[in-house]
């Protein structure tokens, strides 16, 4: 159980482009989901936390405006990376977490979506 | 504020070799901790985690991690590598709704 799925798992734009990335819940509902950030050879950044029906949480120094998160279902939160240029290119993780009131605190990953700007 | 360590960014052992990953942590209270393997190109596959009770906590893979609250730490151990174990560490603390990790260690197999 608690599988979460990203899609595309690898994509390659032009520089000016956007880009939406999925992330879904296969077996549980997730009222919160998060979006990473990882550069080569880094550890995981916290981009945001959307939470199902309102708006994202973001991260200091995150454009909110350029990377745009929807919830707008208990399984599926999306990403789009709006004008996207080079130095977005990065391996982004989405994470789901249950509902509390089961397993506090404890977020299923996704196997990441790698993004490459040209 | 919160914040996680892992003091070693590279390890090398030999196939068969003992393991430790070192990871500290800085919180008030309790944590939630957690040990994450990522491959290369690949996502976050959980290892092992520590919610409360016993606090040598066993994992997948032959895995083990011990949380030492005088120490503030949770390494992660394993008593003899194997070559498919080369990959990313990553300790991770749970705090309220946040999660943060550690910058992570790498660990390389020599046969």
């Known amino acids: 159980g608690a599988v979460v799925s990203q899609h595309p798992s690898r994509v390659i734009c032009k520089s000016g482009t956007s880009v939406k990335i999925e992330c879904r819940s296969l077996d549980f509902q997730a009222t919160t989901m998060f979006w990473y950030r990882q550069f080569p050879k880094k550890s995981l950044m916290l981009m945001a936390t959307?939470?199902?029906?309102?708006?994202?949480?973001?991260e200091q120094g995150v454009e909110k405006d350029k990377f745009l998160i929807n919830h707008a279902s208990l399984t599926l939160s999306t990403l789009t990376v709006t004008s996207a240029h080079p130095e977005d290119s990065s391996f982004y993780i989405c994470?789901?977490?249950?509902?509390?009131?089961?397993?506090?605190?404890?977020?299923?990953f996704g196997p990441g979506t790698r993004l490459t700007v040209l | 504020a919160q914040s996680v360590t892992q003091p070693d960014i590279h390890i090398t052992v030999s196939e068969g070799a003992s393991l430790e990953l070192r990871c500290n942590y800085s919180y008030g209270a309790t944590p939630y901790l957690f040990w994450y393997v990522q491959s290369p190109g690949q996502g976050l596959q959980l290892l092992l985690k520590y919610f409360s009770g016993d606090t040598l906590v066993q994992g997948i893979k032959g895995f083990e991690a011990e949380f030492k609250r005088s120490q503030s730490s949770f390494n992660l151990r394993k008593p003899s590598v194997h070559w498919s174990d080369a990959a990313e560490y990553f300790c991770?603390?749970?705090?309220?709704?946040?999660?943060?990790f550690g910058a992570g260690t790498r660990l390389t197999v020599k046969p």
């Open positions: 994470s789901a977490r249950e509902p509390s009131g089961r397993i506090y605190n404890e977020q299923f």
């Open positions: 959307s939470n199902e029906g309102s708006k994202a949480t973001y």
């Open positions: 991770a603390v749970g705090v309220g709704n946040d999660m943060r």
